[in-house]
């Protein structure tokens, strides 16, 4: 099973950048990777997700500001965060699914294909 692994996370001031990434090594031509974050009191939610068919899903709350890609090379799947606002604090993670059909679910929490990574704090201050 496929275990993701996150770096990147930090504090910021509104208006600010992070970039975030996540090595998860995938061995099929079928796949999902994503990135969701849960703030505290809160219910994780999906932010930004990538398909195998080079296809990519954001959250409402996020177009515009944040752009997530992968690197097939490296295994390695990005999520470039611009202008940060205090509501996007949260505990963010990496999650991949391989081998699966995720089309339906690729910025849903609760779907039981997606193997998680332990996490990454963002923090962006006022």
């Known amino acids: 099973q496929v275990r993701p692994v996150e770096s990147g996370g930090g504090s910021v001031q509104a208006g600010g950048s992070l970039r975030l990434s996540c090595a998860a090594a995938?061995?099929?031509?079928?796949?999902?990777m994503g990135w969701f974050r849960q703030a505290p009191g809160k219910e994780r939610e999906g932010v930004a997700s990538?398909?195998?068919?080079?296809?990519?899903s954001y959250a409402d709350s996020v177009k515009g500001r944040f752009a997530i890609s992968k690197d097939n090379a490296k295994n390695i799947l990005y999520l470039q965060m611009n202008n940060l606002k205090p509501e996007d604090s949260a505990m963010y993670y990496c999650?991949?699914?391989?081998?699966?059909?995720?089309?339906?679910?690729?910025?849903?929490?609760?779907?039981?294909?997606?193997?998680w990574g332990q996490g990454t704090q963002v923090t962006v201050s006022s």
């Open positions: 995938l061995y099929s031509h079928l796949y999902c």
């Open positions: 999650a991949a699914a391989g081998g699966e059909d995720c089309t339906d679910y690729r910025l849903t929490p609760d779907w039981l294909g997606w193997s």
């Open positions: 990538v398909h195998s068919d080079g296809t990519t």
